[in-house]
């Protein structure tokens, strides 16, 4: 079974930035898996944020603007988020997922597996 476990969520001001992190604990590795990042308040669906696939293809949604960077460190086993000016509206749970293959990539219903999530406050 493949376990995802995110870090890095905290408080920030309006500007900063924050830097999330997905560990796979065990089966699939980030080399083998298309790996996203996901975002749901209270009261809305789960929007995709950032997507990358086995070949390291990268996709944002529009929202991102060019503020988000997707990244995995295939050694580590590792996905990340590097978010920079960051803005109230991007409060939100942050998840990371993966699957095997995917058609959409910034899709949730696309993908298998999934972190518990990452709180993240913009103030």
């Known amino acids: 079974d493949v376990q995802l476990v995110e870090s890095g969520g905290g408080s920030v001001q309006a500007g900063g930035s924050l830097r999330l992190a997905c560990k796979f604990a065990t089966g699939y590795s980030a080399v083998t898996l298309c790996m996203g990042w996901f975002r749901q308040t209270p009261g809305k669906g789960r929007e995709g944020v950032a997507a990358?696939?086995?070949?390291?293809?990268?996709r944002y949604a529009d929202f991102v603007s060019g503020r988000f960077t997707i990244s995995k460190d295939k050694d580590k086993n590792i996905l990340y988020l590097h978010m920079n000016n960051l803005k109230v509206e991007d409060t939100s749970m942050y998840y990371c997922?993966?699957?095997?293959?995917?058609?959409?990539?910034?899709?949730?219903?696309?993908?298998?597996?999934w972190g518990q999530g990452t709180q993240v406050t913009v103030s």
């Open positions: 997922a993966g699957a095997p293959l995917v058609h959409s990539p910034l899709e949730p219903y696309e993908y298998n597996y």
């Open positions: 990358i696939n086995r070949r390291g293809t990268t």
